[in-house]
């Protein structure tokens, strides 16, 4: 069945990209339609607002567009013809720097009288030959009654004057298809721009939700997030190629106009638009000027503004991203030209955010958000789970790193390893995970621990944002006023001496090498915040090992267990602890991915345990409690320490 489901999907994506392909002439103009009806729907809506009808602020809107459409391309054409005119005057001023370029070398290189004597054989080779073998093949008669061979006799075919009606056809054929294409996008325009809603609620038919209202909503949002980004992404391309078209025009570039006009078409292409923009008055300004002073000012112009616009407004207007990864964009630039040519290129873009937002919040297309979009595929436990699978700590400790930026080690801890960690105990209860593969994720979240153990887990003098998307992602799950966002770090100096030995906190792994995984963790954290602590694995609880436990200094015990299904394993674990350590506090670490509150009371009762704990923030906040160090003021401190430092 799955192959089968395969080669269904298959043959369906290949039918539909046929179907693109062969039908070009009708998608490209509906397409076209589709997205002028996202920039124009803002302008209608300000029109009915204003008491205008629907029809007539429609029409009217349409009117106006495509009035400046037209005015656009007949300013092209003219622009376009008199550079064609121009063209032959640039010809000698390329020659003459080709000269001056090649009279730059010294002497003549290998390169150049390799291709003398390429164009010599050539020359050779194109000789005709002697004599031919035969001269009856050229029509000469040989011996005594020779004669001079035959002259040929020139013929000219003459077609004969084409009437009115062929002139006319002439005339015409070449301006059909513009101008049905043409209509076809003004149709198209006007009766998406009538019936908005309708369309709306067939394709929310279509899509089959049974929550109608919630669609609705979202469709409704989509629509406006894709107006406002294609009327500003419109407005800001048009003042890039006000800017570039001004610009040339005082460096004095033939057809500044022109070259305007196309720059702000061609940004339209993510990446490499501005590029291609910039290589025709680049190639002009060669053409044009004498020396390269013009070539210089011109490469200045596109060098200083698109930056500008592209790091600093754009982030400004409209946010950072489109929404799409640049993988999806290369690919759609790619996919789209290979489809339907250059107006694919400039329509890339466009209709693969359309296809991402219809992702978002159309169930049956959510695979379109996870391909093109620029959302992480995985969450952040998901790929902090993959990553400990993969035996790959240091990527971790990257976005770790990028997370700490705006939240607290803590929070990280319990937002994004833990969960992590319960996935794979997930695995591991359906049996998922074999033994080498537990001590694998073991051994990693031990170097994990490591590559994050010289972060301080103060808060920062000034909040730094993450641009990473998978930290950004991880970020918003975690509200600043947290409940263990802003632990305190204790002082070794002002600890009770109970608490000033080498380690006064003991971890300990309940049953796995997972729980021995979230006791390292919890051990990492509870030092950062100045409570050195060390780990011992589940084969530490057994009869013959407790005994032997080293526990010099320990003043708190931290028993850590995923799985909490095993009360009656916690209760003797807890009673061989209190034994070995009848003075320390026990704290029972249920780490489980769902417990509620009489579950937990039920199994702390049951364990004998002092205290419990659902997270490792919490297990540390109680930790810091036991000592007795007056945490409220200590905390008050540091919050007031980055506003000192600030200031």
């Known amino acids: 069945m799955p192959l089968l489901s395969a080669v269904a999907a298959a043959i369906l994506a290949v039918i539909i990209i046929s179907t693109l392909y062969f039908g070009r002439d009708i998608f490209v103009p509906v397409s076209l339609a589709i997205l002028l009806s996202f920039v124009l729907a803002p302008l209608v809506g300000i029109l009915q607002r204003i008491r205008v009808p ?114 006319l056809r002439t005339l015409i054929s070449p301006l059909v298809h513009p101008l049905a294409t043409t209509g076809i996008i003004i149709i198209f325009v006007i009766f998406i721009l009538l019936q908005r809603e309708d369309l709306r609620n067939r394709l929310i038919r279509l899509a089959g939700s049974s929550d109608l209202q919630r669609t609705t909503a979202a469709l409704d949002d989509a629509a406006r997030r894709l107006s406002r980004l294609f009327l500003t992404q419109l407005l800001l391309n048009g003042a890039f190629g006000v800017v570039i078209g001004i610009g040339l025009w005082l460096i004095e ?51 200083i503004v698109e930056p500008v616009t592209g790091h600093v407004l754009e982030p400004m207007v409209y946010g950072h991203s489109t929404g799409l990864s640049p993988v999806a964009v290369v690919a759609s630039a790619t996919f789209w030209t290979a489809l339907w040519g250059p107006i694919g290129l400039v329509l890339a873009t466009p209709l693969t955010v359309c296809l991402v937002v219809l992702g978002r919040h159309v169930e049956h297309l959510e695979f379109l958000d996870v391909m093109f979009g620029d959302r992480p595929a995985l969450s952040p436990p998901e790929i902090f789970y993959q990553r400990m699978l993969a035996g790959d700590p240091t990527e971790a400790a990257e976005k770790a790193e990028e997370f700490l930026k705006e939240r607290s080690l803590a929070s990280y801890y319990d937002e994004v390893a833990l969960k992590g960690l319960q996935l794979a105990q997930a695995d591991a209860e359906r049996g998922a995970l074999n033994q080498e593969r537990l001590l694998k994720i073991r051994d990693a979240v031990n170097e994990f621990a490591s590559d994050v153990s010289d972060q301080d887990d103060r808060p920062p003098a000034e909040r730094i944002i993450t641009t990473d998307a998978e930290a950004s992602s991880a970020v918003e799950g975690v509200a600043e006023n947290a409940a263990n966002e802003n632990l305190p770090v204790l002082d070794k100096d002002t600890l009770p001496p109970d608490w000033q030995s080498e380690h006064p906190v003991l971890c300990v792994a309940g049953r796995s090498r997972l729980d021995e995984a ?130």
Not at 559 to 582: E, I, N, Q, T
Request: positive net charge; charged residues 20%; proline residues 6%.
């Open 518 to 647: 979230a006791a390292i963790m919890l051990a990492q954290l509870s030092t950062a915040h100045g409570l050195a602590a060390r780990v011992e694995g589940a084969e530490a609880l057994s009869t013959t090992n407790v005994f032997r436990l080293d526990t010099t200094g320990v003043a708190v015990v931290c028993l850590v267990y995923l799985d909490v299904r095993g009360s009656a394993h916690m209760r003797y674990s807890v009673r061989r602890l209190r034994r070995k350590l009848p003075k320390a506090t026990i704290i029972l670490g249920c780490w489980a991915k769902e417990i509620d509150p009489a579950t937990l009371d039920s199994l702390r009762e049951g364990a004998k345990a002092d205290l419990v704990a659902t997270s490792l923030g919490e297990a540390v906040k109680l930790c810091i409690e036991a000592t007795g160090v007056k945490v409220q003021q200590r905390q008050d401190a540091e919050q007031e320490l980055p506003a000192t430092t600030a200031a």
């Open 54 to 167: 629907r029809g007539l602020a429609v029409v009217s809107v349409v009117i106006l567009a495509f009035s400046l459409i037209f005015a656009m391309g007949s300013l092209l054409a003219t622009q376009l013809t008199q550079l064609a005119g121009d063209l032959p005057r640039y010809q000698s001023t390329i020659s003459e720097k080709i000269q001056s370029f090649r009279d730059t070398k010294a002497g003549r290189g290998t390169l150049e009288r390799a291709s003398d004597m390429l164009k010599d054989l050539s020359k050779e080779l194109d000789k005709p030959k002697d004599a031919p073998p035969s001269a009856r093949a050229s029509g000469a008669i040989i011996g005594p009654n020779a004669t001079a061979p035959l002259t040929p006799v020139p013929v000219e075919v003459r077609q004969p004057d084409p009437g009115a009606l062929e002139s």
């Open 253 to 303: 570039i033939p057809s500044a106009i022109l070259w305007g006009i196309l720059a702000a078409a061609l940004r339209f292409v993510p990446y490499i638009g501005a590029v291609i923009a910039a290589a025709f008055p680049l190639a002009l300004a060669a053409a044009v000027d004498p020396g390269w002073s013009m070539l210089l000012w011109t490469l200045a112009l596109f060098l």
